[in-house]
């Protein structure tokens, strides 16, 4: 069984390129949240998906950034036009549908993104 | 929204106890959750608490107070790999995070 799976696990983008970060969820588990983490600080949530839905998108910058979750294959983070302040560590997180059991949300190992 | 305050270091010695507050002002409050992340790696579960009182998972405990906005995790009997940063996390629907606790241990 298969944990959360982000790849790429590093990425080196140069200043106005994009980036796009995949987040393959746990078999069985149809939310998708995606969190970013800046060094030495805690994580901050970006957004929230459903397959084909976001339900929360409150934590995502207005511009360059976007996200979805298709019916088929992984959920994707979009950085459109990256600059130096996007560097930070992408964290994935994924629950069932019903998140009413301890331990249920699953982080992936996450996105090094480093932008030059 | 969400507003979750810990202490930002704490120091303790290799077989002692360590206690990290954790206070929250939330709309909405559907469990406390302590994750545990070792540098450069993905967060770890380490408890879960929706009602009020002490959950016991080994060295590793977590008490939580509704009324108070409150939760702490005790580590016992520390061992140096017990150095990492500790999160606690409030759901309402959506996991919302602290900062985190960077607990240090020395021999």
């Known amino acids: 069984n298969a944990g959360v799976m982000q790849n790429p696990r590093h990425l080196v983008r140069r200043r106005g390129q994009e980036a796009r970060l995949r987040c393959s969820p746990m078999k069985g588990h149809s939310h998708v949240y995606w969190y970013r983490q800046l060094p030495e600080e805690g994580l901050k949530f970006m957004v929230y998906l459903q397959k084909e839905n976001i339900i929360d998108e409150s934590g995502m910058p207005k511009e360059r950034f976007s996200a979805e979750f298709p019916k088929e294959g992984p959920s994707i983070l979009r950085i459109q036009q990256v600059v130096r302040g996007d560097s930070a560590a992408y964290f994935c997180?994924?629950?069932?549908?019903?998140?009413?059991?301890?331990?249920?949300?699953?982080f992936g190992q996450g996105t090094r993104l480093t932008v030059v | 929204g969400q507003n979750i305050d810990q202490p930002t270091e704490m120091t303790a010695t290799e077989g002692a106890i360590v206690q990290i507050n954790c206070t929250y002002q939330?709309?909405?409050?559907?469990?406390l959750f302590w994750y545990q992340q070792h540098a450069g790696e993905a967060p770890t579960f380490l408890s879960y608490n929706v009602l009020d009182g002490l959950e016991e998972k080994g060295r590793f405990s977590s008490f939580l107070s509704r009324s108070k906005g409150y939760s702490y995790l005790l580590l016992k009997e520390l061992q140096m790999k017990d150095s990492a940063s500790y999160l606690c996390a409030v759901r309402d629907y959506k996991l919302s995070f602290g900062a985190g606790t960077t607990v240090t241990v020395r021999a």
């Open positions: 939330t709309s909405g409050f559907n469990g």
């Open positions: 997180a994924s629950s069932p549908p019903n998140f009413d059991r301890p331990s249920e949300a699953f």
